[in-house]
């Protein structure tokens, strides 16, 4: 439960596993408890009762720095800077090397796109990445999401903001990905025929 709700639950038990290089969807209504999985998995907040685990490690016993830097994230609205294409993919993992940012680019379908723009990966991509379209946008994130080499990557109603054959294409690249680098991933959302394009299974939170 919340510190602010006391008195009610936000997830009430709730277990279930996600196996190395699978892909588990977390599906239900608003309120469901989809985006509590995800904070605690983020360590935004530690459970009343129960215990998360990444690798066997309980979650309360990691660094909540190095817990994070083994979990990227997809969000439903991506957070572009007003810097570089390769700096906004780098911001995934600092250390990385312009190869790796590239390659990472080339995994996310975006390399093309920004080999196109005017300074190619040193054009300034704009405040929120305004120079972009919505699935460009999205493209950059889960090219900082694969960039980081995490562990785990979340992705929170990653094609909900993005118009019908957008949200096709990102779909299609989190599938094709799924099956070329064996991605372990917790893919949150709210509607069931997008999931079952990605999901290896599917976990269906209500009440």
Same mark, same amino acid.
């Given at each position: 439960?919340?510190?602010?709700?006391? +008195?009610?639950?936000?997830?009430?038990?709730?277990?279930?596993?996600?196996?190395?290089?699978? *892909?588990?969807?977390?599906?239900?209504?608003?309120?469901?408890?989809?985006?509590?999985? $995800?904070?605690? #998995?983020?360590?935004?907040?530690? =459970?009343?009762?129960?215990?998360?685990?990444?690798?066997?490690?309980? $979650?309360?016993?990691?660094? =909540? /720095?190095?817990?994070?830097?083994? *979990?990227?994230?997809?969000?439903?609205?991506?957070?572009?800077?007003?810097?570089?294409?390769?700096?906004?993919?780098?911001?995934?993992?600092?250390?990385?090397?312009?190869?790796? *940012?590239?390659?990472?680019?080339?995994?996310? +379908?975006? /390399?093309?796109?920004?080999?196109?723009?005017?300074?190619?990966?040193?054009? &300034?991509?704009?405040?929120?990445?305004?120079? $972009?379209?919505?699935?460009?946008? &999205?493209?950059?994130?889960?090219?900082?999401?694969?960039?980081?080499? =995490?562990?785990?990557? !979340?992705?929170?109603? =990653?094609?909900?903001?993005?118009?019908?054959?957008?949200?096709?294409? !990102? #779909?299609?690249?989190?599938? +094709?990905?799924?099956?070329?680098?064996?991605?372990?991933?917790?893919? !949150?959302? /709210?509607?069931?025929?997008? *999931?079952?394009?990605?999901?290896?299974?599917?976990?269906?939170?209500?009440?």
């Amino acid at each position: 439960g919340y510190p602010a709700r006391p +008195d009610s639950t936000a997830l009430d038990a709730c277990t279930f596993a996600v196996q190395p290089g699978e *892909v588990v969807a977390l599906v239900g209504p608003s309120g469901a408890g989809k985006t509590t999985v $995800l904070q605690l #998995l983020l360590r935004f907040y530690d =459970p009343d009762q129960g215990r998360l685990t990444l690798d066997g490690l309980d $979650l309360k016993e990691l660094d =909540p /720095h190095a817990l994070r830097n083994a *979990v990227g994230v997809v969000p439903q609205e991506t957070a572009l800077f007003a810097e570089t294409a390769l700096a906004n993919i780098r911001y995934g993992r600092p250390d990385a090397s312009d190869e790796e *940012v590239k390659d990472a680019a080339r995994a996310a +379908d975006a /390399h093309r796109f920004i080999e196109a723009l005017p300074q190619g990966y040193d054009c &300034q991509l704009g405040e929120k990445g305004a120079r $972009l379209s919505g699935g460009q946008r &999205q493209r950059i994130a889960i090219a900082r999401a694969i960039a980081a080499a =995490p562990d785990l990557i !979340i992705a929170d109603e =990653p094609t909900s903001a993005l118009d019908v054959s957008i949200q096709a294409q !990102i #779909l299609d690249l989190l599938a +094709d990905l799924k099956q070329e680098k064996r991605l372990t991933m917790l893919f !949150i959302s /709210h509607d069931l025929a997008v *999931v079952r394009q990605v999901a290896d299974r599917v976990a269906v939170m209500r009440q």
